[in-house]
T-cell receptor, first 110, second 115 residues
Framework: TQLLEQSPQFLSIQEGENLTVYCNSS?????LQWYRQEPGEGPVLLVT?????EVKKLKRLTFQFGDARKDSSLHITAAQPGDTGLYLC??????????FGTGTRLKVLA | DAGITQSPRHKVTETGTPVTLRCHQT?????MYWYRQDPGHGLRLIHY???????DKGEVSDGYSVSRSKTEDFLLTLESATSSQTSVYFC??????????????FGPGTRLTVL
């Protein structure tokens, strides 16, 4: 069974601080996605990483796929209250089929 | 926003009763998914569909069945609801791309409480 573990599970930080969220598995994934979910809504895709070692940037968010394609990280620089939400990673476990991570709930305090 | 609606948005039911949740899309996407979301578990796939009348099980399919008779509708049925099925249910859609990964678009969710 493929599993994706995220850490930390909860994170509360002050505006302007940096943070990193981790997504780890013992399985290899052909691609990995990061989603953000706000209360009362469905998740929204932020990025997809495909190649081992790949780094993608989305404004203040930096995503990295591990060299072995078993793990990924999300780094946020100078966090803002608008970054508050639930961050989910999702690994491609088959054609158009995904396994989601356990989630990291981030709260950024003004 | 992708055209995905879920109905009902909230439902309270009693143990042992049947429940059907509906997902409707206006995007003509091929793939449709049902997930449940519970604290500490992220999203878990219940069933998915890769075309009309083509469905397959996900990781937590026990106690659930699905049907897709039209491209735009994907129904999730709990034949006899149990308290362990209290959850928030999300429908998602996606379309074929040139690679084997694609973006999933999620509906607003249905909060189901089984008493």
């Amino acid at each position: 069974t493929q599993l994706l573990e995220q850490s930390p599970q909860f994170l509360s930080i002050q505006e302007g601080e940096n943070l990193t969220v981790y997504c780890n598995s013992s399985s290899v994934f052909s691609s990995l996605q990061w989603y953000r979910q706000e209360p009362g809504e469905g998740p929204v895709l932020l990025v997809t990483v495909v190649t081992g070692g790949e780094v993608k940037k989305l404004k203040r968010l930096t995503f990295q796929f591990g060299d072995a394609r078993k793990d990924s990280s999300l780094h946020i620089t100078a966090a803002q209250p608008g970054d508050t939400g639930l961050y989910l990673c999702a690994g491609n476990s088959g054609t158009y089929k995904y396994i989601f991570g356990t989630g990291t709930r981030l709260k950024v305090l003004a | 926003d992708a055209g995905i609606t879920q109905s009902p948005r909230h439902k309270v039911t009693e143990t042992g009763t049947p429940v059907t949740l509906r997902c409707h899309q206006t995007e003509n996407h091929r793939y449709m998914y049902w997930y449940r979301q519970d604290p500490g578990h992220g999203l878990r796939l219940i069933h998915y569909s890769y075309g009309v009348k083509d469905t397959d099980k996900g990781e937590v399919s026990d106690g659930y069945s699905v049907s897709r008779s039209k491209t735009e509708d994907f129904l999730l049925t709990l034949e006899s609801a149990t308290s362990s099925q209290t959850s928030v249910y999300f429908c998602a859609i996606s379309e074929t791309s040139g690679s084997n990964y694609n973006e999933q678009f999620f509906g607003p969710g249905t909060r189901l409480t089984v008493l």
